[in-house]
């Protein structure tokens, strides 16, 4: 049994409307909620053994806010180029990749792909507003196994920051 941890990235600035997409930093809200959900996820005990993530700025600034809750370092965090504007299957791809040596991921995304990798994971359509988290587990001891069109994993349970 794996665990995976869907996670979208904090609520972002528009402020300045001159920085690109890929560069637009979190917000006073998402700097708020971020930590928050990282120690909800460790009083769960859902500590991942790595984490992969966009390297949009947004992104990699929820990941540095997980890093106390959740006890991170340096060498358990992956940015992946491939996240940033990624489809499910991107997704799936790299997922696949990772070494049958850990239990727990984390990933750390965008909509609407993190919404399509949910639905295609577990069946479940739902909607992930910025820091939420949702925790799936699926029926997989390898990796690689979660390409396969009949696994069907558990949302065993969603975290929406508003809603705690």
């Not at 909800?40 to 929820?62: F, H």
């Not at 587990?137 to 069109?149: A, F, N, Q, S």
């Amino acid at each position: 049994m794996k665990t995976l941890v869907l996670m979208r990235h904090g609520k972002s600035s528009w402020k300045d409307i001159q920085l690109s997409d890929f560069d637009r930093p979190l917000k006073k809200r998402g700097k708020r909620d971020t930590p928050i959900m990282g120690q909800l996820l460790c009083n769960e005990g859902i500590i991942p053994d790595y984490v992969l993530s966009s390297p949009a700025l947004r992104c990699r600034e929820t990941v540095e806010l997980l890093y106390d809750p959740l006890e991170l370092s340096d060498d358990m965090v992956d940015y992946v180029e491939d996240f940033y504007q990624a489809d499910t299957m991107n997704y799936l791809e790299v997922i696949a990749d990772l070494s049958d040596g850990f239990s727990r991921i984390l990933i750390v995304g965008h909509n609407p792909s993190l919404e399509g990798l949910l639905q295609y994971l577990t069946g479940d359509s739902e909607v992930l507003p910025t820091a939420a988290a949702a925790w799936i587990k699926l029926p997989i001891h390898d990796w690689e196994e979660i390409i396969d069109d009949d696994i069907q994993g558990t949302l065993v349970k969603l975290w929406r920051p508003k809603e705690l």
